[in-house]
């Protein structure tokens, strides 16, 4: 072949390559959706990015909705940022607004930069988590989201405008793709395993005289065979015996001891789970 062609040959390839690390290069700061309760205090939100090149500072600007959640600070030391030279935040709750400025290798005697003190580059880097308290008592949705114009973080009067983005090791700073993310609001279904009645042998619901009768009929008769072994335990002693079908009868018909936790009334999980016995097969009423 041609050394010129060759030559040419290469540079375009070379090309090429570049414009598609180019055009597949990601630099973004996004945070996963969410889901938190209302009222509730102390939460705590990953704040992530994505970036093609080291970094040696970073500056986020946030917006959320003030009537729904309160921003209370960023934690950097539980994330890359933990070795900053300088980790600034600023939130205006009235605005629904938070700003973020950071700096790593910075020596500030020598006033110049250690470049071996960077981030570097990578995909699902955490600078640290986002704090923050629900303060609305309904369920509802609410977005937060990465904004740039926002006011800034570098003087007392925020007078200077605050954008998302980095600066590599040249000095040269790099935008970040913006995101935003979806915060669910929402109770907290608790699922109990294993719950069940304590006495309840038929797990319909109630305690009645048939569940004495299926508990004499699994232990002698052979001719039942109980879902949830653990409710025909009716004093929790780990076996099932004469005494349980006994006490079930007993509490019903005389007002004697009620069954142990978890009880008659409420589903729960067996507080002795360490016997032999166990509920394979939950009642669907719990």
């Not at 390839?13 to 205090?41: F, G, I, K, W």
Request: glycine share 8%; net charge negative; charged share 20%.
């Amino acid at each position: 072949m041609n050394t010129k062609l060759f030559n040419t040959f290469g540079l375009v390839v070379c090309a090429v390559l570049c414009l598609s690390l180019s055009l597949n290069a990601a630099d973004r700061v996004y945070m996963a959706d969410a889901t938190a309760e209302p009222s509730s205090n102390d939460n705590t939100l990953p704040v992530m990015v994505e970036i093609d090149q080291n970094a040696t500072g970073f500056q986020l600007a946030i917006k959320y909705d003030p009537a729904l959640i309160e921003i209370t600070g960023f934690d950097g030391s539980t994330g890359a940022l933990s070795e900053a030279q300088w980790l600034g935040t600023w939130i205006s709750q009235a605005d629904g607004e938070l700003t973020i400025g950071a700096v790593l290798g910075l020596d500030a005697e020598a006033e110049e930069f250690n470049f071996n003190e960077v981030i570097e580059a990578g995909a699902d880097i955490k600078l640290g988590d986002l704090s923050y308290n629900v303060t609305t008592d309904q369920e509802t949705t609410t977005e937060i989201a990465f904004q740039n114009s926002l006011p800034g973080i570098l003087s007392s009067d925020r007078a200077l405008d605050t954008f998302n983005l980095y600066t590599d090791v040249d000095g040269a700073t790099v935008d970040l793709d913006l995101s935003t993310m979806t915060l669910t609001i929402e109770e907290e279904i608790i699922v109990v395993p294993d719950g069940f009645r304590r006495g309840d042998v038929d797990s319909n619901g109630a305690l009645e005289i048939t569940d004495a009768i299926n508990n004499l009929s699994y232990q002698f008769l052979g001719t039942y065979s109980p879902a949830c072994f653990d409710a025909c335990d009716f004093d929790d002693n780990g076996k099932i015996e004469l005494t349980d079908p006994i006490g079930n009868l007993s509490h019903q018909f005389l007002g004697m001891a009620p069954p142990a936790p978890p009880g008659k009334d409420v589903c729960g999980p067996d507080p002795t789970d360490d016997d032999e016995l166990d509920c394979a097969d939950p009642p669907s009423n719990c």
